[in-house]
Nanobody, 127 residues
Framework: QVQLVESGGGSVQAGGSLRLSCAVS????????MGWFRQAPGKEREGVAA??????????ADSVKGRLTISRGTAIAKNTVYLQMTSLSPEDTGMYHC??????????????????WGQGTQVTVSS
């Protein structure tokens, strides 16, 4: 059974950084895609980052390229997926969800393809 639990959200000023964590169980990175999505009030859910093929390949939304990085933990943290966020702006405010897809994994950040979701962690960026 796949379970995803996010943590690490909070309030930060513009220009600041946060690292989100997703505790993962029931997922094999070689057969599943992992992604981070966000949803702001009144807006559609947006895929911001995803990795696949065991973490070898990743993809990002144009709006976050160069500022957000998705990665998987190693050693004792191997069952954790991270989203490192830097140079945050108020436009990054939203509920951030970790998600898993597969098997099989169809690479990408389209939300419709993901079949397992966490409850989310709130990120608020003030100007």
């Amino acid at each position: 059974q796949v379970q995803l639990v996010e943590s690490g959200g909070g309030s930060v000023q513009a220009g600041g950084s946060l690292r989100l964590s997703c505790a993962v169980s029931g997922v094999m990175y070689t057969t599943h895609c992992m992604g981070w999505f966000r949803q702001a009030p009144g807006k559609e859910r947006e895929g911001v980052a995803a990795f696949y093929y065991g973490g070898i390949s990743s993809t990002y939304a144009d709006s976050v390229k160069g500022r957000l990085t998705i990665s998987r933990g190693t050693a004792i943290a191997k069952n954790t997926v991270y989203l490192q966020m830097t140079s945050l702006s108020p436009e990054d405010t939203g509920m951030y969800h970790c998600a898993a897809q597969g098997p099989p994994c169809v690479p990408g950040t389209a939300a419709a393809g993901y079949n397992y979701w966490g409850q989310g962690t709130q990120v608020t960026v003030s100007s």
